[in-house]
């Protein structure tokens, strides 16, 4: 039994990634990886029905606590970030439906996070979560998507255990408002 479950999704109209982490204890495990291929639908709009009931599926199997997924990264062409985003958008949706919370990561972020090179290379990801989780290579003889995905959900473990830093004062004016007490 997990204390806590992420599943973590890196949409997309051609091959969506999905990546099933576990806590317990404080520490991240693999549950499942995978990628739904979606190339198979001459529609978009199939395509996008395919990722909602995956996803719900995913949701119903594995009852994430919580899913992190990844943002549309901003390229030139204008009609593959709208395609991208309303991927992304079906995703969440389907995760909406069923009360679980989404954070969404920029990829630089993810990769800082997980190799500590925001411009690492897809396989550079995967060579680390490979090392980080303890996984086996042939349970990493899988698209890209699918590591990028479980990133996605490493990440967010990573930025949901980090302690909270208080801001502390802007300036020793700021300082001295607020605790007046203490100066003489």
């Not at 990628?35 to 909602?52: G, P, Q, W």
């Not at 698209?143 to 967010?156: G, I, Q, R, V």
């Not at 300082?175 to 007046?180: D, G, H, S």
Request: net charge positive.
């Amino acid at each position: 039994m997990y204390d806590k479950i992420i599943i973590g999704i890196d949409p997309g109209t051609n091959v969506m990634g999905y990546g099933i982490l576990g806590i317990k204890a404080k520490k991240p495990s693999l549950i499942a990886l995978g990628v739904v291929k979606l190339n198979k639908f001459d529609s978009h709009y199939l395509r996008l029905l395919r990722i909602h009931e995956r996803v719900i599926s995913l949701v119903e199997q594995f009852l994430p606590d919580e899913m992190a997924i990844e943002a549309p990264f901003f390229g030139k062409n204008v009609q593959s970030m709208l395609k991208l985003g309303r991927a992304q958008g079906v995703a969440m949706a389907a995760a909406l439906s069923r009360d679980i919370p989404i954070t969404e990561y920029e990829p630089r972020k993810i990769k800082m996070a997980i190799t500590g090179n925001g411009g690492a290379s897809k396989e550079q990801v995967r060579e680390m979560l490979k090392r980080i989780l303890n996984i086996a290579d042939k349970d990493l003889d899988i698209e890209l998507d699918a590591t990028d995905a479980l990133a996605a959900a490493l990440c967010h473990f990573y930025e949901s255990t980090r302690p909270v830093v208080s801001a502390g004062p802007k300036s020793w004016k700021d300082f001295i408002a607020k605790n007046p007490d203490r100066v003489k």
